[in-house]
């Protein structure tokens, strides 16, 4: 093939022509690399918007690409378009490393929710409330999260979760519900002892944390004190921002978790031992914040 010829097939492909003038690659270059390009055009081929039925590529879903560096080509590999279409929240979904809901069911984020409340969509104040304070903390970069209350069905995990898949554009998420939280680690405990170490410590080293329906859970004082404060502890130290829903007040905590110890007498150690893990969520939040509204599971 004549290397005018080269040049010409290369330019029928947007993105390569647009790679070559990126990269200021010359004839010359090209010449110099001209049997590698004419094996890596052979079949190549771009893909367009679609669903991955209607990919030509083998194998389906992998876009080849162009890299250039010290003078030489190198090829590799990447999802299409087609693909992209097909897996369209797949940059949201693959920084979960723990997710107790389906983001293709939920894939609103706070961004796409905050242009629906400039739009008059949304018109409770306390949702509005909710959105500029994740602005702030994504603005600011707070190392804390806001501890949502309200009562059960107004929409506290809806929030979580746009919230959630907010920070998952950009950052290792994780959102699970505290009972299923305990459940799945205390199941660990039972079956394998690693995979428990290993939910918690993706847990507690997550940038950040969804904790949904926290004192939901059946309290004891084993779920209390060695799997949640061993978390929240860890979390708090480390400034790593955690958010929480609740269908009670912040103000609550204590006496919620304060029923863990019924078989121990002893009040003053109840209270210090609640008291402890209270603070630990109390110290990762910068808000207790109220969501109106009504039952939304029952309209």
């Known amino acids: 093939m004549k290397t005018s010829d080269l040049i010409a097939k290369i330019n029928e492909f947007n993105s390569l022509k647009d790679f070559m003038k990126e990269h200021k690659i010359t004839k010359s270059d090209m010449e110099a690399n001209q049997e590698f390009l004419e094996i890596f055009l052979e079949n190549y081929q771009e893909c367009s918007q679609g ?5 030509q590529q083998v194998p389906k879903g992998y876009q080849p690409f162009l890299e250039w560096n010290h003078k030489m080509f190198y090829s590799g590999s990447r999802h299409c378009l087609h693909w992209m279409k097909t897996n369209k929240n797949y940059e949201i979904k693959k920084n979960f490393v723990y997710c107790d809901y389906n983001v293709d069911d939920n894939f609103e984020t706070i961004s796409s929710y905050d242009k629906k409340l400039k739009a008059g969509e949304v018109v409770d104040e306390s949702r509005v409330r909710y959105v500029k304070l994740i602005n702030t903390i994504i603005k600011n970069n707070y190392k804390k999260g806001v501890f949502l209350s309200g009562l059960p069905g107004v929409g506290k995990t809806f929030l979580l979760q746009i919230t959630a898949n907010q920070f998952a554009q950009k950052n290792k998420v994780a959102f699970i519900t505290v009972s ?8 660990g405990f039972s079956n394998n002892e690693l995979q428990k170490e290993n939910l918690l410590r993706s847990l507690m080293r997550v940038d950040y944390l969804f904790l949904d329906d926290i004192g939901g859970e059946v309290v004891t004082a084993y779920s209390r004190d060695e799997i949640l404060f061993t978390l929240l502890n860890y979390r708090m130290e480390n400034k790593k921002p955690t958010f929480f829903s609740a ?7 204590d006496a919620i978790y304060g029923v863990a110890d019924i078989n121990n007498n002893d009040r003053e150690i109840i209270k210090m031992k609640t008291k402890r893990f209270t603070e630990r969520i109390k110290g990762l939040v910068i808000e207790d914040l ?7 599971r029952h309209s």
């Open 51 to 55: 669903y991955i039925e209607e990919c």
């Open 247 to 253: 269908n009670f007040r912040l103000n609550k905590l």
């Open 180 to 187: 299923n939280l305990i459940k799945t680690v205390k199941d």
């Open 290 to 296: 109220m969501i109106n509204g009504e039952n939304k």
